[in-house]
């Protein structure tokens, strides 16, 4: 990973370890270049439960709890990292849905991603459009989720 995304990592790690909490990841597109980022970090086990690689619909749905539909949406992030979070009793979660290229996926452009954080009772989902070939495109997409990882988890962060 870049040297920002690492800092990005530590600082969710930082956040985490500092108020005794946990989290998880669901990922799509950046199939697990997220999870391997936070993973990397020493004592990663103390605050890390884990990641699904939901690349496949059918994981989305039936592991994750996604209901079934288009996948590249705002929702389906949303109960991606609702999913994840209850599944692996995480107390925050993030998940990255969305289509790296380099074509269109459900009438969707190459570049969009929707990537949401949540607690098992709340979150909010944003929507990117990041520019480049699918391998810049799953980059931009995790040092972004991580980011928003990072301003869910921060004390002053509302719920």
Known sequence: MSDDV???AHQVADTLMAAEHTAAVAESLTGGRISAGLSAIEAASDWFKGGVVAY?????FELLG???GPVVTAECAL???QGVARLLKADFAVSA???GGPGPHEDRPAGTVF???ATPNSGSVSEYHFDGDP???VEQ?????LRDLADFITPSSPR
Do not use: C, H, L, Y
């Not at 496949?56 to 989305?60: A, M, T």
């Not at 997409?141 to 989720?145: D, G, L, M």
């Open 56 to 60: 496949n619909e059918d994981v989305k």
């Open 141 to 145: 997409a995790s040092r972004q989720a």
């Open 135 to 137: 391998p810049k495109v």
């Open 97 to 99: 849905t969305g289509v």
């Open 115 to 117: 990537v949401a954080v």
């Open 6 to 8: 690492d800092e990005i």
């Open 79 to 81: 109960q991606m990292a």
């Open 66 to 68: 996604v209901d079934p």
